[in-house]
C-alpha cells in the first residue's frame, strides 16, 4: 500500500520533472569548463559536499497516527579535471556507520 501510495504521489512529479529539473541536470558538458569553473567557484579543484534525504511521513492507523522523520546525510569529496569527468568519492565512514537508509544520490 505504501509503494502505491509513493507511485502515486510521483507520477505527478514526472511533468515537473520534465518541464523544469530535466534542464537543470547536465550530463554532458565540456569538462576544461567545468573545472574552471570549480576553480573560480571554490577557489579549488576538489571540493567536500553533503547530501541531505530529510523524511517525513504519518499514517492514520486505528486510533492511532504513526509518525516517522529522519534525516540521513551522505558525504564526499568531487574532484574536478580538465581532461575528463568529475571524480566523485563518498565517504566510506558514512556509508558504514550510517543509522538509516538513504536515498540521496550524487548527481
Not at 569548463?33 to 567557484?41: D, G, M, N, Y
Not at 522523520?69 to 556507520?97: L, N
Request: hydrophobic share 40%; aromatic share 14%.
Amino acid at each position: 500500500m505504501q509503494v502505491l501510495d509513493y507511485e502515486k504521489r510521483f507520477s505527478s512529479l514526472r511533468a515537473f520533472y520534465q518541464s523544469l529539473l530535466s534542464n537543470l541536470i547536465k550530463t554532458d558538458f565540456p569538462t576544461k569548463e567545468a573545472c574552471q569553473t570549480a576553480k573560480e567557484f571554490f577557489g579549488v579543484m576538489s571540493v567536500r559536499f553533503a547530501g541531505i534525504d530529510g523524511t517525513m511521513y504519518s499514517k492514520p492507523l486505528f486510533d492511532l497516527v504513526v509518525f516517522f522523520g529522519g534525516a540521513y546525510a551522505s558525504t564526499g569529496t568531487i574532484t574536478f579535471h580538465e581532461d575528463k569527468p568529475p571524480t566523485v568519492k563518498s565517504d566510506e565512514r558514512t556509508a558504514r556507520h550510517g543509522a538509516g537508509i538513504s536515498s540521496v544520490v550524487q548527481i
